[in-house]
């Protein structure tokens, strides 16, 4: 082919795009390029394919597949077919592009909408448009200059003022023609459809475009991107039987990963909207183009974020033929190989390699699809059904050999060197009898130690996919090493692969996120461009970075600091529930989230879409500081949902009067574990819809620390009801119970008791007892449920007391939310303060039975501050009664004695706010007494008087400040 052929126009047959006379361009068909040879494969040209479909495995997919596999530009890639065949990921993919959307999901909530209001806007073809009328938003159908018709052309469009749209829609999904549709909406341009436009649909006059738009070049758009944080997300599912890692394995990455300063957080196959919210993307789930990791992978590098593996390696690993390809220019040795189709014989396949020889679909994985043939009947039995399934299969000459080399590649330098033992008795690594799958053994060799001809081979197989991690195969016959195959996600699972190399591992993968990821930074306001801060939507103060955020590469002394997590309603005006969450946490985040982290803040959702949930995102030391970052936050939330919303946060441990049969679950991220607990539980009660709590999380330190703070956590959490309860309220009815909360947690996943026990948690000797006896009855018990592996993790233990073994720490919860931040950090100073001392005074406290703890719980979350307790590891006897008891506030005060003990004069004021409670009651008893004369008169008294008190509560949390009611 002439030098000056730069574009190559792909068409399914001969004549279908007429007669093309433009220099540099020529049109061949489907099969002339398929089969290869000097004139269609040149390196650096643009290959455009019109072919009639890109279907998965079909000549238009192999088309752009061998393209890239011949170091050519296809448009589309393998990668926007993919991509474009999911409408999620198809309107996504315009959203991240800076186009203006509405999806099918939104169309028909707005069609649902319309009809409740009594408008039939129609079946929904083209979706009603929002707009305001006295006051409220309604939807009304568009009129016809609110609604346009696009051709875009390789990017062009000769529709007026559109050009920036179709450009942008085009850097989107670059194919060569698409038909786009929009809607004006609050003088914005909205797509709500895109399709690419067949070649057989291609009028004359779209013709003449295309030829000049080949001639002119494909137009771009440039998009601004908004800085990122850095965290790094990992696609994990451990009930996948494929799954790249074991989930210890995942846990020690997230360790080195906290060592090294950065974040890991695991995400499931659920939470694509959640990629977003890091800065790059780790995928430890099974790939493939027909796998949920692909749209993972699409969307991360749609966000330009950092991913292992870049959705280009899949690609190329997935499909042999392509490998085949690319191994082949690269002149690399691979056994001797055959790629062949229908009408070839056993004869002519094993004259060209020998016999046996191995025949492999293109896009087979974990030895499927692999068979080894060594006669015309093995040929007949497996290869007709294999090129049913795909126009091509690659056949290889047999070798022999008792181990595969594995050499696993990470941007271009070896990670870890294994052999992979054959199956004894067997061919392969692994072999499946019936529903038995067995492995061969695992050998790891020092990477400094692996033969260096098996290892400089890997890594050019490697460099030619990428920078990513592969897993390169390798054996080692007569002539020397071969490759046999290149995988991306590769396995490295804790135990087997890390045997010789150990953390230097898992440090080379932080290393390679570390160079890639943006820096560090707290961007300011100052810093934006005028045109920048022109277009502001005035949310940049609210979304700034608050406070500086500690990097720590050691973990901390048990003790040495404290999170808080404080969980509240969004309420209207008439402090009824809403379902704002969303609205909130985007509006904060400045796109679709689950929650955002503003530098010391972060805000994320609950189970439920109306709860909301505020922390300090990483632990302090200081509980000032804590309380400052908390209000903040609370500041914050109330500013976008008053001014944006006409709503507010509600603290308290239970809305008043919320009825939770109608609740909704939160369905942006986590949606399997949410319907999950959802199937086994009854979500649409009070103790799932109607909870707000206060998390409590301290650091265990080592482990004996670890198992003496639980122990202490267990005599101290019975009387924490008494200090914390502030739900006396139900369904618009005082109860009978002084924590209405924990009335309703005691029952709440009783289905499933051995995830709750008692509540108060039972005594521990060590962290190996602990995870025997509460996690492995507790995950026994879940094994016995239908399909429920998706809550088998340690957040399903409901205990007022739990380790977060993930995180080394551990977490009390059985606070009940109080009217205001400085409230919430006086109790959990106070709760800090206290089970460090009784970790100190354990060897000389009595011991103390389950039953009298869990007594005492239920007698103070019955009766609050006049319970009567049983307490008895506490040393009160002289106030005991004959029958042992004795009240619960002479517990209280002996243990805030013991808090007052060597404190710092920070942390003084908070307990002083404490003994004003011990003396006075809690807030769930002063709410009580505030009501209690409008009980038995009229309902419509008695409703205004507790919705009066709600409101002063409400105000209390903005202006963070103590109720006046709490005194006497």
Known sequence: MSDKISTLVVISKEGELGKVDLPGIRVVDAETYLEGGPAVSGTGMSVVNLCRSWRYLSR????????????????????????????????????????????????????????????????????????????????????STEIVDLVVVLGHTDTPGMSRLAARVFRAWPFPVLDVRAVRENQKWRVFAVQPRRLARVDGGVRDRLLAALKEGPRNATIDTAPKKRSVAVLFDPTDPYRASTPETIERLERVFRRRGLRLETIGVDDLDRVGEHDGLFIRSVTGLDKPAWRFVVRADALGMPVIDHPQDTVRCSNKVYLYELLKRANLPMPKSKVFGTGTTFAEVADALGTPFVVKLPDGSFSAAVHRIASPEDYAHH?????????????QSFVKSEFDWRVTVLDGRPLFVCRYHMVPGHWQ???????????????????????????KLACKAASLIGEGLYGVDLKVGPDGPVVIEVNDNPNLDTGYDDVEDGDSIYDDIVTWFEKRLPPERAPKETSMSPKQKASDDGMAPLRAPFGRVPVRHTPYAAFEVMGLELEYPVVDRDLNCVSEVEDLISDLAGRPTSDVDLGLIGISNEIMDHVLEIKNAVPLASAERIEEVLAEGVRRAGIVLAGRHGARLLPGGMHPWFRPKNTRLWTRSNRTIYQTYERLFDLRTHGWANVQAVHVNLPCGREEEAVAMMNAARLLVPYLPALAASSPMAEG???????????????????????????????VTSLKQYKKDVLGRMYTALDRLPDADAIRHEFLNARAAVFKLSRDSMEIRVLDVQECPKMDVAIGVFVKRALKRLVGMLPKLTSAPQEALVADLRATVRSGSRARVLAPWVPLDAQRDADGTLP??????????????????????????????VRDGTLSERIAAALLPHVGGPDEAFTEAARQVYIQLADCLVENRPWAGRSS
């Open 383 to 395: 290869v007709p059904g294999m090129l049913k399934r795909s126009p091509l299969v690659l056949a």
């Open 429 to 455: 690594i692994r072999s499946i009898a019936g529903a038995q799958v067995r492995y061969g053994r695992v050998e790891s060799i020092p990477r400094d130690k692996a033969p260096s001809d098996v290892v």
């Open 60 to 143: 238009g997919y192999y088309v752009s597949l061998l393209a890239e596999a011949r170091g050519q530009e296809p448009m589309p890639t393998v990668h926007d077919i993919e991509g474009f065949l999911d409408p999620r990921s198809r309107f996504r993919g315009l959203h991240e592009a800076g186009v203006d959307v509405i999806d099918p999901d939104e169309a028909r909530a707005r069609l649902k909408a319309s009809k409740a209001a009594g408008r039939d806007l129609g079946d929904g073809e083209i979706p009603p448009i929002r707009v305001w009328e006295q006051a409220d938003i309604v939807f009304r159908a568009p009129m």
């Open 733 to 763: 009815e005082l109860t009978d119970a002084v924590d209405t909360r924990l009335t309703w947690i005691l029952e709440h996943q009783i289905k499933l008791p051995e995830s709750c026990g008692d509540l108060v948690p039972e005594p």
């Open 888 to 917: 619960v506030k002479a517990v209280l005060t002996w243990l805030l004695e013991q808090a007052f003990v060597r404190v710092g004069a920070e942390e003084r004021p908070y307990l002083d706010l404490v003994a004003g409670i």
